[in-house]
């Protein structure tokens, strides 16, 4: 039997571990790899996402969150003036892209910003109190019984009927 490695399921979620909703966006399957990314974990609950965006400025990039997925935008500018450089190889692809990523509810964006090639998106997650953990008190100390127990002077007997 071969195992199932769960790798590319993982890859365009973050914050949530819930597989039902990992299968269905793994089934829907990514048509391409372009552009490359990174999803760091930075702490317990800080996240990065870094996409490689060689050749685009931070114009012709678009960040936007809603209904609880990222999705981000490059679309390349029309160059107004002609084209004069006559490439051997372009390895360097600037070619419009859509990236969309699914966000647990918890999550929330921090910002992003772009140095060096790399946009960087910062992911918070925010625990709710009620599913923060909590310390419950153990009961059943035989000092706390003993004080709470009634008086034997103070109980009155029942009467049978």
């Not at 997650?125 to 009961?139: A, F, H, L, S, Y």
């Amino acid at each position: 039997m071969r195992a199932f490695d769960l790798t590319p399921f993982l890859r365009s979620s973050v914050g949530f571990e819930n597989i039902n909703r990992l299968v269905d966006i793994a089934s829907r399957g990514e048509s391409e790899a372009f552009p490359p990314y990174n999803i760091e974990k930075l702490s317990e609950n800080r996240y990065c996402i870094s996409m490689a965006v060689a050749g685009f400025s931070k114009d012709e990039l678009d960040v936007t969150v809603q209904d609880n997925v990222l999705t981000i935008t490059g679309q390349a500018a029309e160059n107004t003036v002609k084209e004069t450089r006559e490439y051997l190889h372009r390895g360097i692809a600037k070619r419009s892209f859509e990236r969309r990523f699914q966000l647990a509810d918890t999550i929330k964006i921090v910002g992003a910003d772009y140095e060096n090639g790399l946009l960087n998106i910062e992911l918070d997650r925010i625990v709710p109190d009620q599913k923060k953990p909590r310390k419950i008190e153990i009961g059943g100390d035989s000092s706390k019984t003993e004080k709470n127990l009634p008086d034997d002077s103070t109980v009155s007997p029942v009467k049978a009927a």
